[in-house]
């Protein structure tokens, strides 16, 4: 049987190699000796880690190795759980790319649902290991004519409360593991759009709830996001940056225990920035991008005048926000314009770092915070039980999250997706 091992890259973070999942039953044993163990939360030291059957069985200093074991010593490097991009939209091949940058789960705010619905019919047959795992809101909640329905993809609309339920129930028969719901009337962005009543946003949360669901709201300013909260969201989609937050809010949200994904990269883009233009002149980047890739990284929303939208004021109310101890999500929403899938997530830590979260907390936004959040029990922690979803990186991410080598491995460079059995892993790490 084989191992997979994901083609992977961190730019921010220099991988050497993701180990995703095991998911057969006869798979050989795999030791992970002297790595600095980032278990998802905290640096817990340098550690041995086994992985049998597909999971992980034991981490201690030492470890005693099973017979026919593989053995990889990761002595000067640090072993995390896979990344979670907690906001992008998934379409083409997005589950392939994600993981080639080291996402192994992607949680969807928007897309077909037949594309969602396949996809997850693939997971669900172990067919789908050599991309990243998908949770998906299906569907987002909008009102006629508001955002989400200048895609040119035909999807229901809801213009009143009395539907909230039956609108929900319809969702959730469609699959949705979760509710997306637009609040945003555009006028941070110097846009206009029509947008739910406050009373349909409350109906909609109020459904949602009843179902045992999450109701994740996309919000464009502080007064939206502030009566999303109250109307009891259980996360923001985004973080508005038309004013830095107040006081009250960030009390509120703390009460509340709403969770935030920022999207950093996409509020850079608004202000007229292309927020993956800096990853496109990484040039151990050049040979995982597409020409797709490239054009969209390099591109930015138009600036507009009317605009009221800073990433400065975002940010420090990020900062606000984390120091408060609400919950940061790491998300990118890709593929708006700067953004691209899996890549853009590393301009995303870089950007929560910059904002005044710690290189841990980063992480801890990128894997255990959002597995908890949307209660992922499988992924997003290094612990015994939990599926051997690792990222091996090279040097200490925990304390720099910019400074890493960049240099990869031969296998990434020649590009496509690498399977190798585990009694070849020793002879890939000795091709560096």
Known sequence: MKCRLRRAFLPALALLAVLAPLTAAAAPPLV?????????????????VLVENGRITSIAGKTAVPAGATIVDAAGMTLLPGLIDSHAHAFGGALEQAPVFGVTTILDMFTTVGFAAE???????GKADARADLFSAGTLVTAPK?????YG???????????AAEFVDGRLAEGSDYIKIVYDDGAAFGLHSVTLSRETLAAVIAATHARRKLAVVHIGSLEAAREAVEA?????????GDRAADEAFVKLAMKRRTFVIPTLSVIESVTGVASGAGLVRDTSMA??????DVANLKRAFPKRS????????????????????????????????GTAHGVSLHRELELLVAAGLSPVQALAAATSVPAESFGLQD???IAPGRRADLLLVKGDPTTDITGMSRSLLKSVRSGGMVRLSYDRVESQRRTL
């Open 32 to 48: 992970i000796r002297n790595a600095r163990v980032f278990d998802g939360v905290r640096v817990i030291g340098v550690a041995s």
């Open 232 to 240: 009891g969201a259980n996360g923001l989609a985004h973080l508005f």
């Open 153 to 163: 993809v035909p999807i229901p609309t809801l213009a009143s409360p009395q539907g």
């Open 287 to 292: 040979p995982l991008l597409t020409a797709e």
């Open 379 to 381: 992924r997003g922690r």
């Open 119 to 125: 996809r997850r019919a693939e997971q669900r047959a």
């Open 146 to 150: 508001g955002h989400g329905t200048e």
């Open 306 to 337: 009317e605009s009221r939208t800073s990433l400065a004021r975002a940010s420090e109310t990020l900062r606000q926000l984390a120091a408060a101890g609400v919950h940061i999500l790491a998300g990118t929403d890709a593929p708006n314009p």
